[in-house]
C-alpha cells in the first residue's frame, strides 16, 4: 500500500514507483498527476523533430529556466534531463 501525499498527488502509487525508479519529486508527481499518462505513450513528437519555438513552449511548462538563451540542442538536452 502506497503512502498518502494528500491533494497534491492524485496518483499516490504512481507516485511512489516513479520515485523508487529514482525521479525527482517534481517530475514524478508531474507524472503522476497526469490524468492519461499511461495511455499517452508514443503520441508526441520527436523533440528533434519540433520546431524551436515548441522547445521553448515545452521548456516553459516543465520550468525550465534560461531556456530563451539556449540553442536547440540544448533545449532538447535540458527537456530529456529535466
Do not use: V, W
Request: aromatic residues 2%; without cysteine; positive net charge.
Amino acid at each position: 500500500m502506497s503512502k498518502d501525499h494528500g491533494n497534491q498527488i492524485k496518483d499516490d502509487e504512481k507516485y511512489e514507483a516513479l520515485r523508487n525508479k529514482g525521479m525527482s519529486k517534481e517530475k514524478a508527481a508531474r507524472i503522476a498527476n497526469t490524468p492519461d499518462a499511461s495511455r499517452k505513450g508514443g503520441k508526441s513528437s520527436n523533440l528533434d523533430e519540433r520546431k524551436k519555438t515548441e522547445l521553448l513552449a515545452e521548456a516553459k511548462k516543465i520550468g525550465i529556466k534560461g531556456r530563451h538563451s539556449m540553442t536547440k540542442g540544448k533545449l532538447i538536452d535540458a527537456i530529456r534531463n529535466h
